[in-house]
């Protein structure tokens, strides 16, 4: 006789990363499916490479309807790419796709953040910065110089600070989460503005190329997404546009986490410094491939079965929410020996197949829902976990732990230091 579907919402708000992979475990799950309920809905529970490939099918579970409001108005906001599907999502991820897996721009991007790096811990030489709110705040400077939109410093922390109280807030009721949406609701104001001029012929100070490929001449990022047409041939109205110029500046601001997690490995490890120093590339990018797996950034990402299907020979019903196992994937002693053993050269010398590492999500990146910024994440983590391998500092105050119940966690003190 089957368990009771026991509502988990409460289980997820106390838990939060333990949550699947406990309800897994007392559910004596072999790697199938597990049934639950969130926030009344029934809900299916998918683990492992296989299932991977079956929720990243378009066919079997989409994306249309499936975020909370919530997450929409502080996260990825309403009209986001993220809630599309079909022809939709493919012709307005197309417009991603050629802004952030260009090799060019990837390394453009990395330049940038190197200079703003060293402007900012060079100046800070000799006083006490919190390590997280540095990297977010030199991550705003460079995407928005990246993006064409050139800021100030002080310009740049309001940014970051706001970036980070969407991230921080999406998962949780309370204040952070109304934080959060105050923080959405005035980038958002602040970069239709931006589009509305470039629209009208206004030139936006400090306007840069970005290298677009193919013929005709470099626009910048803001203007690629001022000008892009989605499916029905329409432009994007000036608020659709905010949101996904904001999904181009928020997730490059949110590396600040791995950045963090990064900084964490070496505190634990100091020994994991040696080849960063080195400038060992290869090594610093196997190590961000490590902090991608390792530590816990995204508990679980979920979709909505498009119709009755059948899968492992359980029937999921149309309409039925479909959550993907990402924690308790990047943890499984099956995929990964030793899974909660910090090590970088599981990956060295080796890129992790698609349906292994899904940090940025699964399935292809052209066709299906995975990040098209992931190679942005990978390049830049990789430069930072060099840089941060090198950076000469003495620690005023830390804590390490990493609470496991806080969706999106990170390291309890922000990491406090003295650059030397």
């Known amino acids: 006789?089957?368990?009771?579907?026991?509502?988990?919402?409460?289980?997820?708000?106390?838990?939060?990363?333990?949550?699947l992979p406990d309800l897994r475990r007392r559910r004596g799950s072999d790697g199938g499916p597990v049934r639950t309920r969130v926030l009344g809905r029934?809900?299916?529970?998918?683990?492992?490479?296989?299932?991977?490939?079956?929720?990243?099918?378009?066919?079997?579970?989409?994306?249309?309807?499936?975020?909370?409001?919530?997450?929409?108005?502080?996260?990825?906001?309403?009209?986001?790419v993220h809630t599309l599907d079909g022809e939709a999502h493919r012709v307005r991820k197309e417009m991603f796709v050629s802004l952030l897996m260009s090799r060019e721009g990837v390394a453009a991007l990395a330049d940038r953040i190197g200079t703003h790096w060293h402007e900012a811990f060079a100046g800070a030489r000799g006083r006490e910065i919190v390590l997280f709110d540095q990297?977010?705040?030199?991550?705003?400077?460079?995407?928005?110089?990246?993006?064409?939109?050139?800021?100030?410093?002080?310009?740049?922390?309001?940014?970051?600070?706001?970036?980070?109280?969407?991230?921080d807030g999406f998962a949780t009721p309370g204040p952070r989460h109304w934080k959060a949406r105050r923080a959405r609701a005035r980038q958002e104001q602040g970069l239709a503005h931006a589009v509305t001029d470039v629209r009208a012929g206004r030139a936006h100070p400090g306007v840069l190329t970005f290298p677009g490929g193919g013929a005709g001449p470099s626009r910048s990022v803001l203007e690629t997404v001022a000008e892009h047409r989605d499916a029905d041939g329409m432009p994007l109205d000036p608020h659709t546009a905010a949101v996904e110029l904001l999904?181009?500046?928020?997730?490059?601001?949110?590396?600040?986490?791995?950045?963090?997690?990064?900084?964490?490995?070496?505190?634990?490890?100091?020994?994991?410094?040696?080849?960063?120093?080195?400038?060992?590339?290869?090594?610093?990018?196997?190590f961000a491939h490590?902090?991608?797996?390792?530590?816990?950034?995204?508990?679980?990402?979920?979709?909505?079965?498009?119709?009755?299907?059948?899968?492992?020979?359980?029937?999921?019903?149309?309409?039925?929410?479909?959550?993907?196992?990402?924690?308790?994937?990047?943890?499984?002693?099956?995929?990964?020996?030793?899974?909660?053993?910090f090590d970088p050269t599981r990956f060295l010398g080796r890129e992790p197949h698609g349906d292994l590492l899904i940090a940025q999500g699964g399935g292809d990146v052209r066709t299906g829902h995975r990040c098209p910024g992931e190679d942005v994440v990978v390049g830049v983590l990789t430069a930072l976990a060099t840089a941060l391998g090198r950076l000469d500092h003495t620690v005023a105050r830390q804590d390490l732990t990493i609470p496991l119940n806080r969706i999106p966690t990170r390291p309890r003190s922000g990491m406090v230091i003295r650059p030397v």
Do not use: K
């Not at 400077?141 to 940014?159: F, M, N, S, Y």
């Not at 590396?255 to 960063?276: K, V």
């Open 42 to 80: 029934p809900a299916i529970v998918l683990h492992g490479p296989t299932d991977v490939a079956f929720f990243y099918e378009e066919r079997h579970v989409l994306r249309h309807d499936a975020l909370p409001g919530p997450v929409l108005d502080t996260l990825f906001g309403r009209g986001a």
């Open 1 to 19: 006789m089957p368990l009771p579907m026991i509502d988990g919402t409460v289980s997820l708000w106390t838990q939060g990363y333990a949550w």
């Open 247 to 286: 999904n181009i500046i928020r997730p490059t601001v949110a590396i600040a986490w791995f950045a963090a997690f990064a900084a964490h490995a070496l505190e634990r490890d100091p020994e994991l410094r040696g080849q960063l120093r080195a400038g060992d590339w290869t090594y610093a990018r196997a």
């Open 135 to 167: 990297m977010a705040t030199v991550l705003a400077e460079a995407v928005c110089d990246w993006v064409g939109l050139p800021v100030t410093q002080d310009a740049a922390r309001e940014i970051a600070e706001d970036c980070v109280a969407m991230v």
């Open 290 to 341: 490590e902090v991608r797996r390792f530590y816990p950034f995204v508990p679980f990402v979920g979709g909505v079965a498009a119709h009755d299907l059948e899968h492992r020979g359980d029937v999921v019903p149309a309409g039925t929410l479909v959550l993907l196992d990402v924690y308790g994937h990047h943890h499984d002693p099956e995929l990964f020996e030793r899974p909660y053993v």
